[in-house]
């Protein structure tokens, strides 16, 4: 880049007014880079038009300045200005309630503006926290550069959207939400296999009653680190799973499903690095000593049996 700007430096009083006329291109050789493409900038203006209450005064700064890499909340690319990370996270939500809704759950009110499509670069996105309504918008799916996507704690309804599974770069995706029953549920969670690289799942407190073959789908998944699939009113968890593939899984939740069967029947004893297991609030049936006999890895079991003796936070 240094090696095109000099040239152009040596130029500069011959060819002036091309350099006006080719602005954004000049514009990535600035060696003080930050700046906020324009276009960019108009989505995030679109995107604050759609929040109509902002108790918190977190968009306040959008719009003040020209450079929206500047505004809080907003990362750029220092070489290429384009805008990288939206942290829109409610830092502060409701204690009681753990949601940004409410009077004193500080969120944002309104509106996820598909505006947020102009931004071509963005990797990381949390708008965690706040108090966006409906579905989870279908356009998130077509933000293909996404790596973290964090929607924790919003409680949307209806359908989790299977455009989801176009985002392939995906790592982490937080969809889990604290309280009490949520309005939103899947039917069918097989696009999670078209996310190669996905490290960090939770789908907690989403209804996944109507899914028998959730086991298979994230043994097709061998990036997953964590997973987090804690009330979801998962019906069983005894499916036969040949051989598994979560070699790098560490930490899975299943407390508060619907298991109902022997816990020596369940398909993650095959998971032989589980460091963390739960799976309190289930109605699963001893004995389970045998089924332990590969964990070497475990650390934290949480395991409630019915009809017999509870065994809580055993540390082994
Ligand atoms: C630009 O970003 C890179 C990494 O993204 C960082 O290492 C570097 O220090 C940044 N440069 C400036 C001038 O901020
Ligand atoms: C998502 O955001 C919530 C709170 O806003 C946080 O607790 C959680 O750890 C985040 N998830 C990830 C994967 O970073
Ligand atoms: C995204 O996913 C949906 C459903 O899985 C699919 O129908 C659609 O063609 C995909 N869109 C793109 C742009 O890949
Ligand atoms: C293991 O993962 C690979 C890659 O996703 C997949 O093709 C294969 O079917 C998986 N194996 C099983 C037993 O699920
Ligand atoms: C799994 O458990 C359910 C009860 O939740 C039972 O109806 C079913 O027969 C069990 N399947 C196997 C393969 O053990
Ligand atoms: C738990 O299992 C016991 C014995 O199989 C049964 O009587 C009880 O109804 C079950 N509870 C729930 C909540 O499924
Ligand atoms: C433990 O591993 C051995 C050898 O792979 C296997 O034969 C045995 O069935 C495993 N035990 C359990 C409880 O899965």
Redesign the pocket.
């Known amino acids: 880049m240094h090696a095109t700007s000099s040239p152009l430096l040596v130029l500069l009083p011959v060819i002036c007014t091309t350099l006006f006329l080719t602005g954004s291109a000049i514009q990535l050789h600035r060696p003080d880079g930050r700046r906020c493409i324009p276009a960019e900038r108009d989505a995030l203006l679109s995107f604050k038009k759609g929040i109509t209450y902002d108790l918190t005064n977190r968009l306040s700064s959008w719009g003040h300045s020209q450079d929206c890499c500047q505004w809080r909340g907003v990362s750029c690319s220092n070489e290429t200005g384009h805008v990288l990370k939206l942290h829109l996270r409610n830092q502060n939500p409701d204690p009681n309630t753990r949601s940004g809704c409410g009077n004193n759950g500080n969120g944002l009110f309104g509106q996820i503006s598909p505006s947020l499509l102009s931004l071509k670069q963005l990797e990381h996105m949390d708008l965690s926290m706040n108090c966006f309504t409906a579905h989870i918008p279908l356009f998130l799916g077509s933000m293909k550069k996404l790596r973290y996507l964090n929607l924790s704690g919003i409680l949307f309804s209806g359908e989790v959207p299977p455009q989801l599974g176009n985002l392939s770069n995906l790592q982490y995706l937080d969809l889990g939400t604290e309280i009490g029953k949520s309005g939103i549920y899947s039917k069918d969670i097989t696009w999670l296999k078209n996310l190669p690289v996905l490290q960090y799942l939770s789908m907690r407190n989403i209804d996944l009653s109507q899914i028998s073959d959730w086991p298979h789908v994230l043994n097709s998944i061998p990036s997953l680190k964590v997973i987090d699939l804690s009330y979801c009113s998962l019906v069983s968890a005894n499916q036969t799973i040949s051989y598994t593939n979560l070699t790098k899984l560490e930490k899975l939740d299943l407390s508060d499903n619907?298991f109902?069967h022997e816990i020596a029947s369940c398909w993650f004893w095959k998971v032989t690095n589980l460091k963390y297991l739960y799976l309190g609030d289930n109605?699963l049936?001893g004995p389970f000593y045998d089924a332990l006999e590969n964990m070497s890895s475990l650390q934290v079991l949480h395991v409630i049996l019915?009809?017999q003796q509870p065994i809580d936070e055993r540390k082994l």
């Open positions: 619907s109902d109605n049936t019915s009809q």
